[in-house]
């Protein structure tokens, strides 16, 4: 049996005393903010720090590595960009017992899509997002050996997935193998295009239905669009709202079925992920994997 999919372990612990004295001993003028454990994913522990900003930490050594992309690229990438990000305001570096870089960020109000969808008008909003972002990245560009890359290159992972799967549930069918196989064998006809990397709905924050800001941006890379892409079909539940994103952003048929297959990769990484000791990441996978088969 293929092993399951487990959020990982932190291999520091980071706790709001810790916090306090990275600020204190590196950013003395705001150590009169208090400060508010706020969230923790699999690479990063971001604290609240006062009403307005946030401390964004690594939790692992890969979450270490990825960082340095967010903080060399993503205050570059900001400007340009017609939804917010939180492109770092202050760095901070090794001490107080923590051994990584970590970030002083925006704080950003909003929940993540998978709480509170986009409506049915956010379709363009999404698709002028990301024409805005895939542009081409300059050759030192961070790569990322994950996303961005040939679909067939995940083949392993996925099916690793696949057999893990296939003893908890029968919802990943010849239909959904299908979306994956014509994913896998669609040319690709883009590639050295800055993408997020990362762009499930918990990276994806929304007000009032309105898409507001996409965040978490360690996997940021030049590569193929596609694995981006296929956030048309994780957050947007209109079919009309994907049909416009997808008329609006423009695209040849190979890549939309590239995205299609990249979708299917994260409906079963979310999946297994989901039915092993995250319940949320399924009701993602199955949002998703509802809208391709759709």
Same mark, same amino acid.
Request: negative net charge.
């Given at each position: ?139 030192? $560009?961070?790569?990322?050996?994950? /996303? %961005?890359? &040939? ?8 099916? #690793?997935? +696949? ?90 048929? $190979?890549?939309?079925?590239?995205? /299609? %297959?990249? &979708? ?8 297994? #992920?989901? +039915? ?19």
């Amino acid at each position: 049996m293929a092993p399951s999919p487990q959020t990982p372990p932190a291999e520091i612990e980071v706790d709001t005393d810790l916090v306090h004295q990275l600020i204190r001993r590196q950013h003395p003028d705001l150590v009169h903010l208090p400060v508010a454990f706020e969230a923790s994913g699999w690479d990063n522990i971001t604290f609240r720090l006062g009403g307005d900003l946030a401390v964004r930490l690594p939790r692992r050594e890969i979450g270490a590595r990825l960082i340095g992309s967010e903080q060399v690229w993503l205050p570059i990438l900001a400007d340009r960009l017609p939804l917010q990000t939180p492109a770092p305001l202050r760095l901070g570096v090794p001490g107080a017992r923590y051994p990584w870089r970590w970030s002083i960020v925006p704080w950003i109000e909003g929940r993540t899509a998978d709480l509170d969808q986009p409506d049915s008008s956010q379709g363009l909003v999404l698709a002028d997002f990301f024409r805005a972002l895939h542009q081409p990245a300059p050759p030192e $560009a961070p790569r990322n050996p994950f /996303r %961005g890359v &040939a679909l067939s290159t995940r083949q392993e992972m996925f099916h #690793t997935q +696949l057999d893990f799967l296939k003893t908890r549930t029968d919802l990943m069918d010849d239909r959904a193998l299908a979306i994956w196989d014509a994913g896998v064998a669609a040319p690709q006809d883009l590639s050295g295009l800055w993408i997020h990397g990362d762009p499930h709905p918990r990276n994806v924050l929304v007000a009032a239905g309105r898409l507001k800001a996409f965040i978490d941006w360690g996997d940021m890379a030049q590569g193929d669009p596609a694995s981006d892409l296929a956030a048309i079909w994780m957050l947007l539940d209109s079919p009309l709202a994907r049909q416009q994103a997808m008329e609006a952003y423009g695209a040849s048929d $190979a890549t939309w079925a590239r995205a /299609r %297959g990249w &979708a299917m990769y994260y409906v079963a990484v979310l999946l297994a #992920t989901g +039915l092993t000791d995250d319940p949320a990441m399924k009701v993602i996978a199955v949002r998703t994997l509802n809208r391709l088969l759709g």
